[in-house]
């Protein structure tokens, strides 16, 4: 869920593209991390372990702990933490270390 | 490879409040600086810090974290500082004439060499391992907090709080703030360990801060859906019995920070175990320097502590770089130096700033010691 009005900040941007996760559209803001955008979806499940299929999301938010990794626009084990959104993004579920697809 | 390099009298690593004050110190003096860091924007950590800073005028306090980040930002700017983002260092290869400090910049190897070079790469969070700590749902506060305070996105309804520090406390009140249900915060020590003021906002907001208490356990199927607590025994074992359990889909890990230290580790620089600066830290002089010559570390690299005293260690570092080039004479300094510690003595005072007085006394102590 977005927070578009807070107490103390400035009232937010509203997202201003569309990014795919799965096949589904969803809103995101151009810029922001990928993350945030499916967070904001209620998406929390990022990618699933290699060996016991395990389900994983956002850790640690600066990159460092890769969790968050997913397969984008083809290719596997990018930071949704760090990696801002853009318009048209493909964004899917990493099976363990992901496969390589066509961009 | 020297055509292509880029040449400057001071590198410095990590674009955080400690690195920005340090190029600003270092431009003052005159001394061309190159500021690197692998994030998209720069800024560090202030960004997310939506909270009026402690202390005193000088160490301005009553000014919210991302006001100081955008001042600071707005005076290297001014003065000329040089900021890469998104260029991780991988690499840093000692030169006659300095330290060839490797980055990646754009999908490519890119270098610059630099006379003197600054630290300033900050820390990470620590991780906690319970049953079900791998669920989504489970994060670091500090990445709840970006969520909420930075891309304003809320990472659940409902948090449970592990750690009731500075960060744990600020965390908790921010995302309530934003909207997020904070449950309840879990402490295992038996006492809170942040400040007051915080942890009094939060009980007059309804949250209880259970102290002498801890996560056991986090069910889910594929997030989390649940948190149980239980009371510690005097061993810090979960008393049987006491164990509750909260309906939550966040849980936020805010259980202390780990300096980032790699680049020291790979220069060679000499360090000190000391557990309440948050492990191994590099040995630095009163001049910020490391055990190795040239190389200076400033922030939470040498000790996870607080955005204000990383600005003014970032400002020794500065001014210490800039006198070693001869850009700023001794007395001059001298005097600077003097102020700038005086400063940050005064940050560092209180039954909170003792500890850490304490600690940093040691570290100074290990660089008088011979190696």
Redesign the interface.
């Known amino acids: 869920?977005?927070?578009?009005f807070?107490?103390?900040?400035d009232d937010?941007e509203e997202p201003d593209c569309t990014i795919y996760h799965n096949g589904e559209a969803i809103p995101a803001k151009t810029g922001?991390?990928i993350?945030?955008a499916l967070?904001?979806a209620g998406v929390?499940?990022?990618r699933e372990t290699a060996k016991r299929r395990?389900?994983?999301?956002?850790?640690?938010?600066?990159?460092?702990?890769t969790?968050c990794v997913m397969v984008v626009d083809g290719e596997p084990n990018v930071r949704t933490?760090?990696t801002?959104a853009r318009a048209g993004m493909r964004i899917e579920t990493q099976k363990g270390l992901g496969e390589w697809k066509a961009p | 490879m020297e055509g292509s390099m880029k040449h400057a009298q001071i590198v410095i690593v990590g674009a955080g409040p400690a690195g920005l004050s340090a190029g600003i110190e270092a431009a003052k003096a005159g001394a061309s600086c190159v500021i690197l860091d692998e994030n998209a924007k720069p800024g560090g950590q202030l960004f997310k810090q939506i909270h009026k800073f402690f202390g005193s005028w000088e160490h301005k306090a009553g000014v919210r974290g991302y006001t100081i980040g955008s001042r600071l930002l707005r005076e290297t700017e001014e003065l000329g500082v040089e900021t890469l983002l998104d260029a991780p260092v991988y690499g840093l290869f000692p030169d006659e004439k300095g330290i060839i400090v490797s980055y990646m910049k754009n999908g490519r190897e890119e270098a610059v060499l630099g006379k003197k070079l600054i630290l300033a790469t900050g820390s990470t969070e620590n991780a906690l391992a319970f049953p079900g700590g791998t669920l989504p749902g489970v994060m670091g506060a500090g990445c709840a907090q970006t969520m909420v305070n930075v891309h304003r996105v809320l990472p659940g309804k409902r948090a449970v709080m592990v750690g009731s520090g500075n960060v744990g406390l600020i965390v908790a009140y921010q995302l309530m703030q934003a909207g997020t249900d904070v449950a309840v915060i879990v402490e295992a020590a038996p006492l809170v360990g942040g400040y007051g003021v915080h942890a009094s906002k939060i009980r007059r907001a309804g949250t209880p801060i259970l102290v002498g208490h801890t996560i056991t356990a986090v069910q889910g199927k594929t997030t989390v859906e649940a948190v149980s607590i239980a009371e510690l025994d005097a061993d810090f074992q979960p008393r049987a019995g006491t164990e509750k359990t909260f309906e939550a889909d966040t849980v936020c890990v805010a259980v202390g920070l780990s300096p980032l230290t790699e680049l020291a580790w790979m220069a060679g620089c000499d360090f000190t175990y000391i557990p309440s600066l948050g492990g191994h830290v590099p040995i630095h002089n009163e001049n910020m320097e490391t055990t190795v010559a040239g190389l200076y570390a400033a922030g939470d690299i040498t000790g996870s502590e607080e955005a204000s005293t990383a600005m003014e260690e970032g400002r020794l570092a500065g001014i210490a770089a800039a006198e070693s080039l001869g850009l700023i004479n001794k007395d001059e300094a001298k005097k600077m130096k003097v102020a700038v510690w005086a400063s940050m003595n005064a940050l560092r005072t209180g039954p909170f700033g003792q500890k850490r007085t304490e600690a940093k006394a040691q570290l100074l102590e290990s660089a008088r010691r011979p190696q």
């Open positions: 869920m977005r927070v578009p807070h107490p103390i900040l937010d922001e991390p993350a945030a967070l904001a929390k499940v990022f395990r389900p994983r999301g956002i850790y640690c938010g600066i990159g460092r702990c969790d933490c760090v801002p």
